[in-house]
């Protein structure tokens, strides 16, 4: 059974930037695709980034392009989101998740969340 426990998010300025890491336990990390999905206040939870198996693939959501970046360290079973030029629309939960592929609909284990909060 995979488990993941988030850490790193808090408050910060727009224009800041945030790293949030994710543990993940319980199975082969270098077997498992993983993703960063965010849920803000009243909305959908929604993708923001993934990573295939070995790092040499990743994926983001248009509004994060060339401000986020997702990378994954396999020795230490930690995958990893750097956010950069923070926006008040960045403020959400934000989930790590895994699975068998990169891609939304196969990220399926998820954690429990990290709160972002980006004052204007």
């Known amino acids: 059974q995979v488990q993941l426990v988030e850490s790193g998010g808090g408050l910060v300025q727009a224009g800041g930037s945030l790293r949030l890491s994710c543990v993940v336990s319980?199975?082969?990390?270098?077997?498992?695709?993983m993703g960063w999905f965010r849920q803000a206040p009243e909305k959908e939870r929604e993708f923001v980034a993934a990573?295939?198996?070995?790092?040499?693939?990743?994926y983001y959501k248009d509004s994060v392009k060339g401000r986020f970046t997702i990378s994954r360290d396999n020795a230490g079973n930690t995958v990893y989101l750097q956010m950069n030029s923070l926006k008040p629309e960045d403020t959400a939960v934000y989930y790590c998740?895994?699975?068998?592929?990169?891609?939304?609909?196969?990220?399926?284990?998820w954690g429990q969340g990290t709160l972002v909060t980006v004052s204007s």
């Open positions: 998740a895994a699975g068998p592929r990169a891609s939304p609909s196969y990220l399926e284990v």
């Open positions: 319980g199975r082969t990390f270098k077997s498992l695709a």
């Open positions: 990573i295939n198996w070995s790092g040499g693939s990743t």
